[in-house]
Nanobody, 121 residues
Framework: QVQLVESGGGLVQPGGSLRLSCGASGSISGINVMRWYRQGAGKERVMVASITTSGSTNYADSVKGRFTISRDNTNNTVFLQMNSLKPEDTAVYYC???????????????WGQGTQVTVSS
């Protein structure tokens, strides 16, 4: 059973920083692209950042220059460093990954349970 587990959310003041982590566990043959999404109250879930196996990254315009996505392929972990946080960054943040489970030939899409990030004074 493959699982994604996020950690690192919390309450932070505007201008502050947080670092989110997401680890993939279980019987895994390989991991393709890894992404972070977020969903604010009453809003759609949107992609924040993505990173390929080789390290190519992509960011939503709203977070460019403030957020940095990175990954540790050895430990099947993806990170999101969030700096200069704004109240509008408040949301539940979800980890997402395309994973090939051990023994299966195709990629499957997995989601974490989400972690709350609240930016408020």
């Amino acid at each position: 059973q493959v699982q994604l587990v996020e950690s690192g959310g919390g309450l932070v003041q505007p201008g502050g920083s947080l670092r989110l982590s997401c680890g993939a566990s279980g019987s895994i043959s390989g991991i393709n692209v890894m992404r972070w999404y977020r969903q604010g109250a009453g809003k759609e879930r949107v992609m924040v950042a993505s990173i390929t196996t080789s390290g190519s990254t992509n960011y939503a315009d709203s977070v460019k220059g403030r957020f940095t996505i990175s990954r540790d392929n050895t430990n099947n972990t993806v990170f999101l460093q969030m700096n200069s946080l704004k109240p509008e960054d408040t949301a539940v943040y979800y980890c997402n990954a395309l994973i090939i489970p051990l023994g299966l030939p195709t990629l499957r899409n997995y989601w974490g349970q989400g972690t709350q990030v609240t930016v408020s004074s």
